[in-house]
């Protein structure tokens, strides 16, 4: 029911730029807020098309489509046509061919799952599942890669103010894990011989340790730089 607001949201996603509005939770939160990417703070592109998706009355738009193709001849006629195998088969070579493979290979180098959308479609007329697209070849550090660019760092930045704003359980906790005891120990236990035994180990065993301490203190630094402390009162 929903293959029209998909291939509309499939263009604007290609088109255009969506502009969130600004939530503003106090000066602090709001200063916050424009220091970190300011009102564009959505990440995950298939989240938001299917905020849009879920607006829709599917089960009313259903009601009425089921109600023309029983007793609507033409209608009937023409779901009859779109669900036949002959149809299907010419959607596969489409959905196969390679102009399909770069419009795909485009949206989804914008983070999005396009056969997740696509078989919404095919799912109304009985249409075997596209397959996702399996990317391998890249190793440790490409996986770690893919990973780190769906993490939603600015939501989860901003999240991280607003409970600092208002938590006071969460602020004793990041003045806890800020504090120069913490961090004495932590090296503690990451320069521990037990740690440092089992980190050649998997040296040692092909395990690209670098790209997984890499990856961890990338993060690590997107965390150290929310200064949370400068929304202390």
Same mark, same amino acid.
């Given at each position: ?75 009937? $006629? ?12 010419? +959607?596969? @070579? +489409?959905? /196969? ?24 479609? /095919? ?5 075997? /599942? ?25 939501? #989860? ?10 938590? $006071? @359980? ?5 003045? #806890? ?21 089992? #980190? ?19 993060? @690590? ?13």
């Amino acid at each position: 029911m929903k293959f029209a607001i998909v291939a509309f949201l499939c263009l604007a996603v290609a088109e255009s730029t969506i502009i969130v509005p600004r939530r503003s939770l106090g000066a602090a939160f709001e200063k916050f807020s424009e220091e970190n990417g300011g009102a564009e703070f959505y990440s995950n592109i298939n989240n938001d098309v299917q905020d849009f998706l879920d607006l829709l009355p599917e089960a009313e738009i259903e009601g009425i489509i089921r109600n023309y193709v029983q007793n609507d001849e033409e209608v009937k $006629s023409n779901w009859q046509y779109v669900t036949s195998d002959g149809v299907q088969q010419q +959607i596969a @070579a +489409i959905e /196969h061919g390679p102009e399909f493979a770069k419009l795909r290979a485009q949206l989804e180098g914008g983070n999005l799952d396009v056969a997740r959308f696509i078989n919404m479609v /095919h799912d109304i007329f009985g249409f075997e /599942h596209l397959t996702r697209q399996v990317r391998v070849g890249n190793g440790l550090r490409g996986m770690l890669a893919e990973i780190k660019a769906i993490i939603p760092m600015t939501r #989860i930045k901003l999240l991280a103010a607003r409970k600092y704003l208002f938590s $006071s @359980a969460f602020r004793k906790m990041v003045k #806890i894990i800020t504090s120069d005891e913490f961090n004495a120990n932590l090296d503690g236990v990451s320069n521990s011989a037990l740690v440092q035994a089992l #980190i050649a180990d998997a040296r040692a065993n092909g395990v690209d340790v670098d790209a997984i301490t890499d990856f961890g203190g990338n993060l @690590a630094l997107k965390y150290k730089s929310l200064k949370l402390e400068d929304y202390d009162d």
